[in-house]
């Protein structure tokens, strides 16, 4: 078996096709993979320190008008073509799965020209440009919101998967959480993060309401700032009068390495709505309070946020509305209505799928066999 794995330029398309290669190689035992990225995109820091073989390919997005930079774009593309029929050629893939990103496009398209079998996982509730030009070519498509589906014209092919999340995730011990967190027990515990590299939003909003915060003995927080926002939120406390040391339920932290125990400490969550994040929360059953990134291609998190909404797991706040007071409003509306939170803590359950990876590898069984 030999497959061709594409998907790159952002963690959210590259980390779930690194979770179904590494899932392929435990079905196949024999299987080749070849990870065809760009040397742009984030996939060149992150594939070469995986077990994976890799190519790069020259292709960059599209521009929305014909200028100068599209012309560029266009020799690039053409290029990326040229280097994908050369690397299918000699590779001989039995498939192709794509997650994504532009990359995606060439080595989708070539591939699907030439015979191989192509696979698609779309993250997120509303599609990216690449996978929707590439859904003609694909035999299978695996979704992992429900909205997904009316942006696919072929309905037959697709398949509700779900993201597939990594282990430590769907393992994680409550207890043991708490205990390496050094936290208490008998508090509920609250996860404050903007993602790996925070969002100054998310963090004004936490400096704003931290004066009541710090008030409710019951409830233990953990805020993640992200590296850049560390100092800055420190030092607003501090000018606040606000010593989180003396205030016993805030811990403060520039970034957590084992997420897992922080999500799986979590009675609820504040954050953004990517589709990886949004994975982890519902395969846990925690309810959310999402705030989706304003600027990600497409608004794509915004649908992603809707779609759990809908489903009554979150509530949402809008990046340009969130301030210090709404922000605190909803948590405290939350945090002392147990019979609501053990509601959304269901719907949440109910929409995760910590099976999704088991569910793409049969559908790519179905595909190729």
Same mark, same amino acid.
């Given at each position: ?40 995109? *984030? ?7 995986? /077990? ?9 997005? @599209?521009?929305?008008?014909? %200028?100068? #930079? ?6 690039? @593309?053409?290029?990326? @073509? ?6 299918? &050629? ?33 993250? !997120? &509730? ?43 995730? *769907? ?18 515990? $609250? ?16 400096? #704003? ?9 019951? $409830? ?22 606000? !010593?989180?040391?003396?205030?016993? %339920? ?7 390495? !084992? ?9 609820? $969550? $504040?954050? =953004? ?6 994975? /982890? ?24 946020? =809707? ?26 509306? *939350? ?15 109910? *929409? ?18």
């Amino acid at each position: 078996m030999k497959v061709i794995v594409t998907g790159g330029g952002t963690g959210g398309h590259i980390y779930p096709a690194l979770a179904i290669a590494k899932g392929l190689k435990e079905v196949y035992k024999d299987c080749n993979i070849l990870y065809v990225g760009t040397k742009k995109g *984030l996939e060149a820091n992150i594939v070469p320190k995986t /077990e994976f073989n890799y190519q790069f390919i020259t292709v960059e997005g @599209l521009p929305r008008r014909v %200028n100068l #930079q599209s012309l560029k774009s266009g020799i690039k @593309l053409v290029r990326g @073509l040229g280097q994908s029929f050369k690397i299918i &050629s000699v590779f001989k893939p039995d498939a192709i799965i794509s997650t994504g990103g532009y990359v995606a496009g060439p080595i989708g398209w070539v591939g699907s020209q030439m015979g191989v079998p192509l696979l698609i996982h779309e993250q !997120n &509730s509303y599609p990216g440009i690449t996978n929707k030009l590439l859904a003609s070519r694909a035999k299978r498509i695996c979704l992992t919101f429900e909205d997904s589906k009316k942006y696919f014209k072929d309905k037959s092919k697709l398949r509700m998967t779900g993201l597939p999340i990594r282990s430590e995730i *769907l393992n994680v011990c409550k207890k043991s959480c708490y205990e390496r967190l050094g936290l208490d027990t008998k508090r509920k515990t $609250v996860l404050i993060t903007g993602g790996s590299r925070g969002a100054q939003s998310i963090n004004n909003a936490v400096i #704003q309401a931290m004066p009541e915060m710090v008030k409710m003995t019951d $409830v233990q927080f953990i805020f993640i700032t992200g590296e850049m926002g560390y100092e800055d939120t420190l030092n607003t406390l501090k000018k606040q009068g606000i !010593n989180i040391e003396v205030m016993g %339920n805030i811990t403060i932290r520039p970034y957590i390495y !084992n997420m897992e125990d922080a999500l799986g400490a979590a009675d609820l $969550v $504040v954050g =953004r709505a990517g589709a990886t994040f949004l994975a /982890e929360i519902t395969a846990l059953g925690i309810p959310a309070i999402l705030i989706p990134y304003p600027y990600a291609t497409e608004n794509h998190q915004e649908h992603n946020a =809707r779609s759990i909404v809908k489903k009554k797991a979150a509530i949402f706040i809008t990046d340009a509305e969130l301030n210090g007071q709404k922000l605190f409003r909803e948590l405290y509306t *939350l945090l002392m209505n147990n019979q609501r939170l053990e509601s959304m803590k269901k719907a949440s359950r109910d *929409l995760g799928k910590p099976d999704a990876l088991d569910q793409i590898l049969n559908v790519f069984r179905e595909m190729v066999e």
